[in-house]
């Protein structure tokens, strides 16, 4: 009996998926970044993301694989802080706290000298984020470029 209802629920979960009933989440760009910690092995920074989440029911984003550029180098992975919930049928401005773990940042030194003497920076943040609606995981593609001042 167990076997047959979780037969079920997942036949029901293919057919909604396959009938359209989830609409892809638009990422419409970024209004704002803020780094809040700068240190030798690692960087925190808040974005603030416009996205619309078009469908009929919230969408819990739970994961991140993403890949940190600055001015073109890469500095590590990033990973998304807290679980973000995008409310449905709304478009709206969602903080996120990346933090990024940055692999060997001693030997680019040469990336940091333009960066203290300007105190700004290229950020590219590129990759997948990882999302859960009506039972199902989602992955998605999401990519910014921003100048950010420290």
């Given at each position: 009996?167990?076997?047959?209802?979780?037969?079920?629920?997942?036949?029901?979960?293919?057919?909604?998926?396959?009938?359209?009933?989830?609409?892809?989440?638009?990422?419409?760009?970024v209004e704002d970044i803020l780094v809040k910690?700068?240190?030798?092995?690692?960087?925190?920074?808040?974005?603030?993301?416009?996205?619309?989440?078009?469908?009929?029911?919230?969408?819990?984003?739970?994961?991140?694989?993403?890949?940190?550029?600055?001015?073109?180098?890469?500095?590590?992975?990033?990973?998304?802080?807290?679980?973000?919930?995008?409310?449905?049928?709304?478009?709206?401005i969602y903080p996120f706290i990346i933090k990024a773990d940055m692999e060997g940042l001693s030997s680019k030194v040469g990336l940091l000298f333009p960066i203290l003497m300007t105190g700004k920076a290229k950020v590219k943040v590129k990759g997948d984020i990882f999302a859960k609606a009506l039972g199902m995981n989602k992955k998605a593609p999401i990519e910014f470029v921003e100048e950010i001042v420290f």
């Open positions: 009996m167990r076997h047959i209802k979780f037969i079920l629920l997942f036949a029901i979960c293919v057919s909604l998926n396959s009938c359209g009933i989830y609409k892809e989440v638009e990422f419409i760009g910690e700068f240190t030798a092995t690692a960087i925190i920074i808040e974005v603030k993301a416009i996205i619309n989440n078009p469908n009929g029911f919230d969408i819990k984003i739970f994961d991140s694989d993403l890949d940190f550029i600055v001015n073109g180098t890469k500095l590590g992975k990033a990973r998304f802080d807290d679980n973000i919930i995008l409310t449905k049928k709304t478009q709206e």
